[in-house]
């Protein structure tokens, strides 16, 4: 029997943000698909909501589907649909998010906004579009084989933390919060529930497609809303401190606009222990919860060190 | 044998609203408690989201949803979720429409619009929650012991139903119209998605509730489709001579506005007989689909002679 050359951690890294961009090319070329096949819509309805949908991204979300799928065991090209779908509800609250009557940005991944490139009516639209579309495309999960009850679930799932009790009910917090002074928990309340919600339901139902039972989705879910506080904490530290070029959008709006972020707070140093201890409680949640987490692990790693 | 009593048309009408109201009322008793329970929302949204979808109305798509249910052989309570589930998808199309960028209406069912009261970022936040929660609450059809394979279906339908090819679709090719000579064809395609596209939705999925297969929901849709373009000739003849206190909202203002109407493309009495002829094709093809079609044509007769 030959034994297996011992892999350094930096082969394994290496490897695996190769196997990660094979799933990003595959799914971006599904999502393009998807998009211009099954929901092109009448005129420039259709131009908007491709505009949305297929900007550049890091298509984070995803990629977490994907990921999540295989840590399960499942075939990762089987969660393609609900990759998308997630996808689809992430754009839909960019472009909702951006509107002048919310955050009225101009900017956004260092292009205008869909509203400033195709009117305000288009830009309502568009989202609303794409929201609905999410949910069309996700049960497409039935042609790759998943078990409808995996796909209920998975529909139950993205209803729920997209609607008011969490991604929306989310931003809403957070321009209630504009100009005013809030506290540690209320901007964890609002970060879990605008940024966190949508990463555990996209861990969760990637599970799923990979036919993880409920429990494991649940144990997931919980380890993906953490993580999406983490993130966000890291955006916060970044949008302080950025510039234009780097992070595609207006840089320090945060602060000029009273937006309530965890760095302001308690302050930076306290915001990245905390992060970084977030981060470690959701490696050992995921390592605990799959079989093959390995490039899971690779990707959340990854997305962790960006610009730091 | 005892024979039955010869029943008048008239008393088969009067018998049926009486059972049209019992449905009517559970349902407004279910979509209260749902909405109340598990869309509550942090703050003004919750209360936004609940002026949305408690506001008065003629709850024609969830009557169409528990009616369709029974006409296919179905218990019509099983179908109340859906039945919830569709009117939140209408009520989010009206609160969307009604914003500022859009239609920019004041009033609306005899009241100020959800964006009037509670402000635009709010009317965008609302609808977006209102549309996710449709699909969650969808899935609750399994708490209903409805089959996970109808309810996959439902959720493509009503996906399908609402996006970018459809409902929100029309809604963009209404406002590119505005102001321009649009004809039969253009004025058809508009209504078919805004307003045909959900009604269809809503007997095909009562239908699934019921346990219906496939081909049934499909031709139980197209005629919900039809039967949606020609109450829309009834409303727009409606608005062109009714009062605010009758339609509860602002009236002549389609024309004001320049928005495409069929009576305005043909003619007053083309569009009457062109309505008539397709609600007699609409009553052949659910009296062919259905085994138990009685009610479901009582409201479709009883919605038909309103205001005429």
Redesign the interface.
Known sequence: MVTPPVRSRRAVLSAGSRDLQDRLEAFERYLARAVRVR????????QA?RYAALSPGKRLRPLLVLTACEAVGGEWRRALPAAAAVECVHA?SLV?DD?P??DDDDYRRGRLTTHKKF???????A???L?????????RL?EEGV???R???A??R???A????Q???G???D??AEGRKVGATGVRNIHVRKTGALMGAAIAIGALAGDADARTADRLNDAGVMMGFAFQIHDDLLNAGSSLETLGKRVGTDVARGKATFPAAVGEKRARAEAARIMRAVEAAIARSCEHPRLLQVLIEATAKRER
């Open positions: 929901a092109c819509g009448p005129g420039r309805l259709g909501l839909f909702h509107l009557a919310m009117g305000e009516a288009l830009g309502v639209l989202g609303d579009a929201l609905a579309f999410a949910f069309e495309e996700l049960t039935r078990p409808d009850a796909i209920v679930d529909v139950r993205l209803g729920h997209t609607g008011a009790e991604l929306v009910g931003q809403a917090l321009i209630a």
